[in-house]
C-alpha cells in the first residue's frame, strides 16, 4: 500500500511524539507531510525542520492546519492529536469537521461531557477514529482477550489489575520534568492525574481482556507527595456486570518500578496474568492441570495474536511492536475504506470513542466515590445514558 | 537445651497438625507427650498410638488435659491450639489458667471481644503465648522488617498485600474437604471465612514489615462461587495511621494460585516486595540507583533474618523453616523463663495475643464496611481502646 | 515407626553435621545417642555435651565407636559419616564390617579402586548404605526422572548440567575458611576439588533424571584463583551410552551464584529445565504445545514425587526438605528390613554405593581427558568393568 | 538528515529480509529503492512490485544491481546482503567493488580464506561495511560490554555463552521448511550448520560483552535428529587469551526454547547475566553486596547503552529494536562520511568484517577439533595471522 498522508498536532520535543513517530514508522505505512509541534512558533519551526516538514505545511495552529490542508488535493489523509488532555476533544473535533480521521492520544478529554459530544460527531459522521490505549495492542493481550472470550478461564470472578511507576515519586512538576507539569494541573489534565495519565489504561486493558463493563467503584484517591497539587495514587475496588468483583491500582509514586502496567484474570476454570515488563509471556493457570505459559509467536495463539508478530518464534517484541499495531491497524482502517472494502476484521487493535468515554466516566465515577467516604458509585454505560 | 515436654490440642489426621509436629521437630526442642486429636475417640486413639503418646496422656478433652497435666511431675510445659476458631479461646484459657504456656493457631478467635478477654488473662498472668502467623517468621520477611525499620525505605505511602489461592475455587466443602467445610461454616470460623483463613495472615505481614497500624478499612467481601454460604473474595482499600495508603485482596477463588501470599511496600526512597512462593529472595527498588535481590543467607542480612537461617548461604528453605522459627523462638522463650534470664531479643518471630486482637478488629471492621455500601470504618487500636 | 538409634562420625561444629542433623530431625525417625564428633578431644567433648550425648558413647575414633556400640544391646542402628572424603571408605568399611548401616556424605572416597572396594563390600554383606546425594532427593526432580522415564520427553538428546557457585571466588582457604581448608587440599579431597564437591553432585542430578550413563568426557580443569593449589572450575563436555551429547560445567568461582545446581534435558519431544535456587517448580516445555510449568504439590505429579511433600499444595519447600527424604527413606528401608518386609519401593531417594563408585570414575576420566588435552576418555560403567 | 537510497540482495517472502526492512524503517533513516530479491524472476517480480521498487530498479542479480546503480545519480548509496552464506562474499565484494557500502547478514561467508579476501578489501578500499550480529547492539549487552570494560567485574575468569532454539527438533528441512533447507546444505551454509546459523551469534556476543579473544577451542559437534546432513549441536570448552575459560553451546534441537541466547561472565569482582529471552535486564552480581538488576533506561547506564533506548523509562524493547540499532548506526557513519565529519563514536553497534573472519576462523576451529578427538585448537587471531 502506498504512504499515508499524516500530520500531527503536538508531538515536540520531549514528548511521547516521538513514540509515535517510530510506531508510524516500522510498518512504513505513512509519512509525515504536516504538522503544528508547538504553540511556540520557534519550537515549531525547529521540530519541522528537524521532520522533514516543508515550510508551507508547518502550520501556527491545528485549526489551520485543518483549514489548509483538506483544502489541498495532496492533503493530509490522517492526523494524530498528542496534545494535553484539555485540547484533545476540541482538536479532534476540528479533524472531523473536515473529514479527516485522527488518531488521539489518550485520555479522550477532560469530563465525559465532551467525551460523548466527540463521540457523538465520530458516529454521525463515520469518520475513522482511534484512540491510543496502546497497551491494549501488545499480541499477548491479544491473546489473553481471546482466552476469556472463547470461555477457557470460565465465567470470569476476579479481575485484579494495576498500573504501577516510579517516576513521579518526588515532586518532579516542581523540578524540571515539563513532561509532568501540565499532568499535575488539574485545569489541563482532567478531574484525576493518576487516572487520566495511568488508570485509564489499567481501564481499557481490563475491559479489552476480559470483555466486562464496570458496574460501579469504591475508590480512595490520594497525594502522596507533598505539595504536589494532583493525586498520585488511586485505590479503587470494582465491582463488574455479571458479578465478578476487582481491585484497580494506578500509582506514580510506586518507587522503582518502571512500567508496571499488569492484569490477572480469574474465573471458574482457569486464570492468566500478564506484566507488561515481560510481555511476551501470557501465564495461564489451572486448579486441574500444569500451569501454561503461552509465548508471543506460538503457532496455537489466536488470530488476532499472530497479526502482531513482525518476527521469527521466540523473538521479543516491545512496547514500541504494540504501539504500532495500532498504527498498522488504523492504516488498514483507512486502506480499507479508501478502497471501499471492509477492513480485515483483526486489524481492531485501537481503541474506538466510546471507549474513551467510557474512561472518562471511570474517573469522574472514582473521583467521585472517593469524595463520598468510598460509597459505591455507578461506572459503566449504565451512566453513559445517564449522561446522553 | 534438654526438649520440652510438649502436647497438642486438636492436629488430628488431614489438619494443619502434622505441620506444627513437622515444625517442633526440626531444631529438635520439642518432645510430643500429651494430647488431645480428636473429639472422636476412635480417633484420638489411633493419632495417639500413631504419634506414640502413651495412653495414660491421651485425653478426651482440652479441659481434661489441662487438669490432669498439670498435676503431673512430669507435666507438659507448654501446649499447641489447632482446633477450629471458636475452641481457640477457651481451650487457650483453660491452659493458661493452669499457667501453662500456648502456642495458638491462627486467627485467635472468632471475635474480638473474646480475644480481648484472651489478651487480658495472657497479660494479666505473664505466661508466654504465641500465635503462629508464620508467614511473618521467614527470614526475608524479617529483613524487610528490619528494611522498613530503619529507614531504608524512607516514610511508607503505600502498601499492597495479597493472599490469593485458588484451592476453593469449586464448592470444596460439599465435595469432601474437611479441612474447608468448617471454615466455611461462619457459626465456627467467624465473621469472615476468606479474612479469618488468610486475610489475617497478609493482615499481621503487612502490620509486621511495615510496622504500621491501620486506621481504617473500606471493604467489599463476596462470595462467588454458587452455592457457598461463606464469604471467599476480599478487596479492602487501606488506611494507616501517619496517611500511608494500600490494598489488601484476599481471595480463596484465584483459580491456579498456589500459596499467593505477596506484600509490597513502597517508600519515599525505594520499595521492596516479598512473595512466599520464592520466600528466599527480597527486592529491593530504588528511583536512583539500581535495583537489588537480597537473598536468604546474604551476609550482609540483618541479625533478626540471619537468625532463621539454618543451611550453607544459598540453599532454599521454604516454608516447613520459617514454621520452625516460630517453634524455635517460643522454645527459647520458655528455656529463658526457667533459667531466670531474658530470651534473646531477637527469638521473637512470632505473634502475640495483642496482634490477634488486632487481627479480629480488622475482620469485624472489613465486614461492617462491606455491609455498609464501602464506608471508611476503623479498624485499628483506636477501636481496642474502644472496646476496652 | 519408634526411633532409630543413630550415630555420627564427624560433624562437628562449622560442618555439614548440623544439615544431617536438622534433616534427621524433620520427620522424627531418628535419635542421635553415639557419636565422634572431632579428632580434637576437646572439641570433641563439648560438641557431645550440646547434642546430649551421654559420656559413654562419646567416642575418641570410628573404630573405637564400631567397636564398642556392636556390642551394647542398645547400640547404634546406623551411622552417617561426615568426615573428609579420604576417610569415608575407612570409616565405612569399620561399620559395615559390624554390620551398620551407613549413610555416608558425597563423594564416596578419593578414588574409585577404594570405592569399588567398599562397593563390593556392601553388596557382599547386603548392609544398607546411603551416599548423600541430597538434591536428587527433592520432589521435583523426582518427578523429572518421571517424566524422562515414562517417554514424556521422547529420546533425549541433549543434558546441560552445572554447579556453580561463588562462595570460593577468593583464595578463601588462606582466609580462615576451614570448611574449604581441607577441600582445596587434594592428599584429603581427592583428584579434583571442584568435581568432588560439586562436580558429582551434578553428575548424580544428570543420571538421576535422565537415567543414562556416560560413555565418555571430554574435559578442562582449571584453577582459576592464584595461589590455589587446587582446581576450581571445571567444563566437560559429555557423551552418553545411547548418542546424548552434553556439557557439565562446575565451577567454585562463579561469583554471586549462590548455589547454581541447574539441569536441562533436551528429548526428541520435550525438555525440561529444574534449577535448585527455586526448587519448587520444574519447566517442562514443547515445541508443538504450550509449555508447562509443573509445581511441587500439584495432585498430578507421579508417586516419587508426591512422597517427598510434607505440606499444603502451592507451600515452598527447600534444601531441608530435601535432604530430609533421604533420611526419611533411609528410616523405612530399616524398619523394613527390621520388621522382615519389602521397603516401600519408592523410598529411594538416596544414592548407592555404586552411584559412589561412577562418580569416581567420572572424576578420574575428566581429570585424566584434561591431562591428556581434551581427549574423550571412558567414564561410565565399561570403566568399572576394567578396574573390577 | 535526508533518507539514504538502498537496496536488497535477496530478503525474499519467508526470509529474514523482512526484519531487516522493519530495522531500517524504524528510525525512518533508509528508503528501499531498488533491489534483487529472489533468482527467480517471477518472485522477483512480486516482491519488488509489494515493496514499491519500480521496474527500472529491480534487478536480476547483484552484478547487474551494483553495475547500474553505481552509474545512477540517484543511485543507491547503500546495499543489504541478504542471500544464503556461500554468495555473502561474492556479492559483498561486487558493491565494494563500487564502492557502494554494504550491511551483510551473518555468517560473513563459508570460509575464513574468502572472508579474509573480504576484510581485506573493506580495509583497502575503507568502504563502509557491517555484519548484522544484532544481538550485540541491544542496549544491555552494550551496558554489559560497558561493565568488563570499566572493570566492574574484575579480571575476566570464565564466560558461558549458549544459544539454544528448538525450531529444528525435527526434520523440519525434509518438511517445507525452505528456510532450513538451505542452512542444512553444507555446500551453501559452510562447515558447520549450527556454528554458522547461531553459534557465530553467541561468538560474536561473548567477544563483545569480554573484549577478550579466543586462544583454543575444544568441540563436540554432532547431527542428533536421525536423517539430517548438517551438524546441529555444537558443545565448545574455551580458552581466552589470558587465561579465561568457558563453555560455549549452540543447538538447534533445544526443544521448546524460542532463541535463547544467554551469556554469564564471571569475573574476580562480579559476574553478570544476559538472557535475550528478556532483553531489558542485566543481573549484576557479587560475593560482596547485594545483587543489582540493571533496567533499560536506566539514567545510570552508559552512554552507549543509553542511545539504543527510544522510548521512555521502563517500557520494553525488544528484538526488531537492536536489529534497528545495527541500522541506525550504520547510516550515522554514512551521513558523517557525507559530510566529512567523524562519525559519533557511540555509532558502534555493528560488527566488523574482521569481526566476520574471526567468526569463521571460530567455525572452522571448532569443526576441525571436534575431528580430532576433542583436541585444543587454536581458534583466534593468531590463526588469522597464520592464514594471512
Redesign the interface.
Known amino acids: 500500500m ?1 504512504k499515508l498522508r499524516w500530520a500531527m498536532v503536538g508531538g515536540g520535543p520531549n514528548s511521547i511524539g ?2 509515535h ?2 510506531a508510524a ?4 505505512h505513512y509519512e509525515l507531510v504536516a504538522g503544528v509541534f508547538s504553540r511556540d512558533s520557534g519550537k515549531n519551526a525547529t521540530m519541522g525542520k528537524e521532520l ?1 516538514i516543508t515550510e508551507d505545511r508547518l502550520y501556527p495552529n491545528f485549526e489551520a492546519m485543518a483549514a489548509a490542508e483538506s483544502k489541498r488535493p495532496d492533503g493530509i489523509e490522517c492526523v494524530s492529536v498528542i496534545t494535553p488532555n484539555n485540547t484533545h476533544v476540541p482538536a479532534c473535533l476540528a479533524f472531523l469537521g473536515h473529514a479527516i480521521p485522527v488518531i488521539c492520544d489518550k485520555p479522550i478529554g477532560v469530563s465525559s461531557i465532551e467525551a460523548i459530544r466527540l463521540m457523538r460527531e465520530v458516529d454521525r459522521r463515520g469518520i475513522p477514529f482511534a484512540l491510543t490505549h496502546n497497551y491494549s495492542a501488545y499480541t499477548m493481550v491479544r491473546e489473553a482477550q481471546h482466552l476469556v472470550g472463547s470461555g477457557r ?1 470460565g465465567k470470569i ?2 479481575v ?1 489489575v ?1 498500573y504501577a ?3 513521579r ?2 515532586l518532579v512538576e516542581a523540578q524540571g520534568d515539563t513532561r509532568f507539569a501540565w499532568r499535575a494541573d488539574p485545569a489541563i489534565a482532567g478531574p484525576s492525574t493518576v487516572l487520566g495519565d495511568i488508570g485509564t489504561h489499567a481501564h481499557h486493558l481490563m475491559r479489552t481482556v476480559t470483555g466486562l463493563e464496570l458496574e460501579a467503584v ?3 484517591l ?1 497525594s ?1 507527595v507533598a505539595g504536589r497539587k494532583a493525586d498520585d ?1 488511586a ?5 463488574f456486570v455479571g ?1 465478578a ?3 484497580l ?1 494506578a ?1 506514580m ?8 502496567l499488569r492484569i490477572r484474570v ?6 492468566l496474568e500478564w506484566h ?5 509471556e501470557l501465564n ?4 486441574n ?7 508471543r ?2 503457532p ?1 495463539l489466536c488470530e488476532r495474536a499472530k497479526r502482531g508478530v ?12 504494540a504501539f504500532a499495531n495500532v498504527y498498522r491497524d488504523f492504516a488498514e482502517v483507512l486502506a480499507a475504506r479508501k478502497a471501499g472494502r471492509a477492513p480485515d476484521p483483526l486489524a481492531d487493535s485501537f481503541a474506538s470513542a466510546r471507549d474513551g468515554v467510557l474512561g472518562m466516566i471511570f474517573i469522574e465515577a472514582a473521583v467521585e ?1 472517593s469524595r463520598r ?4 458509585v455507578e461506572a459503566g454505560d449504565q451512566r453513559l445514558g445517564a449522561t446522553a
Chains 1, 2, 3, 4 share one sequence.
Request: aromatic share 6%; with cysteine.
Open positions: 502506498s516521538r513514540t513517530r517510530l514508522n516500522l510498518d512504513g522533514g478461564l470472578r476476579v485484579q494495576e511507576l516510579g517516576s515519586s518526588s469504591s475508590a480512595d490520594g502522596l495514587n485505590n479503587v475496588n470494582l465491582r458479578g468483583r476487582g481491585q491500582w500509582s509514586v510506586a518507587c522503582g518500578i518502571g512500567q508496571g480469574f474465573g471458574e476454570q482457569a486464570s507488561q515488563e515481560h510481555p511476551n495461564l493457570r489451572f486448579e492441570q500444569p500451569n501454561q505459559v503461552l509465548r509467536g506460538d496455537w513482525r518476527t521469527n518464534r521466540g523473538q521479543p517484541e516491545g512496547y514500541l511492536s466515590s467516604n468510598g460509597a459505591w
